[in-house]
């Protein structure tokens, strides 16, 4: 009989994950014990990314091909921070024991504010998200030519850019910003950045929110920025068979690069392409001045 929990170390703990061997991907797909293993190894370069901000989960008890769920409030151990935010306690991903605790609970995906203690509702990430409409290699090749796009009118404000794969079908494209204007600030810098994007190909891109009027066009996105909004972070891993990850990019490894899920959960890395992203945080409020 398969053990019913298996003890995974994360730094000085030892995190107790229940039913290891169930899939969370299907038959002969990667197992929950496989996705805490996954969180624990990674941690070194996701944390980083986590620390400070207040998450939320995306669970999937009896795995991707079930219905999963969020959760923005899970009661969490003792030894798990947590933060106040205007819509209740948030869990804190501040080690690879919060990570490891939260394979436990079937979360496939952890998804991230932009701004984080002590600034929240500040934010200093914007976040472009470029969602294909297709899902094959041309739909995947446009997305490309976009992000590249975004970085050219980021470079015009002043900003900084930084690429990542989303692990489902398009790409992110992240900017570190001072933690000098609030969220709806942050919105409005990113829904300008979109439409100049979306302006340069009109018939190929689109800012339209709603999916019947997009007309097959890739959604340059500017959702994830704004009050309390989430977006997928870097290395979470996507409800998706093969188990793909949400993988940071140097730009050069962007061409050639053919799908969203390139990377899986057997990634391995010793440095992240976005470690010193911090230091390179820019003025978002003279970005919106240069803009006006």
Not at 7 to 26: E, Q
Not at 112 to 130: F, H, K, T
Not at 166 to 180: A, I, M, N, Q
Not at 274 to 279: E, P, S, T, Y
Request: hydrophobic share 40%; proline share 8%; with cysteine.
């Amino acid at each position: 009989m398969a053990a019913e929990t298996a003890g995974v170390r994360a730094g000085r703990r030892v995190v107790a994950v229940r039913r290891p061997g169930k899939p969370l991907f299907g038959e002969g797909g990667a197992t929950k014990e496989d996705l805490a293993r996954y969180h624990a190894r990674i941690a070194p370069l996701m944390l980083p990314h986590l620390r400070d901000r207040p998450v939320a989960l995306e669970r999937f008890p009896d795995g991707i091909g079930a219905q999963g769920f969020f959760v923005k409030h899970p009661p969490v151990p003792d030894w798990v921070r947590t933060v106040d935010t205007s819509g209740g306690r948030m869990m804190l991903c501040q080690d690879a024991a919060a990570l490891v605790w939260c394979a436990d609970q079937a979360a496939v995906t952890v998804h991230a504010w932009q701004s984080r203690e002590p600034n929240l509702g500040r934010p200093d990430r914007m976040v472009i998200d470029l969602d294909p409409a297709g899902d094959g290699p041309e739909s995947f090749a446009g997305c490309r030519d976009a992000a590249r796009d975004v970085r050219e009118v980021l470079d015009d404000l002043g900003l900084a850019a930084y690429v990542m794969t989303t692990g489902s079908k398009g790409l992110h494209v992240r900017s570190p910003l001072r933690p000098e204007l609030d969220d709806q600030g942050v919105r409005r810098l990113a829904e300008a950045v979109a439409g100049r994007v979306a302006a340069l190909r009109p018939d190929e891109r689109t800012t339209e929110v709603r999916k019947a009027a997009r007309g097959g066009r890739l959604f340059v996105d500017f959702l994830r920025n704004g009050r309390e909004q989430l977006a997928v972070a870097p290395y979470a891993v996507r409800a998706r068979p093969g188990a793909p990850v949400a993988a940071p990019l140097a730009w050069e490894e962007l061409e050639g690069l053919e799908s969203a899920r390139a990377f899986t959960i057997g990634l391995e890395r010793e440095e992240c392409p976005f470690a010193g992203m911090g230091r390179h945080a820019r003025s978002p409020r003279r970005a919106l001045e240069r803009l006006g």
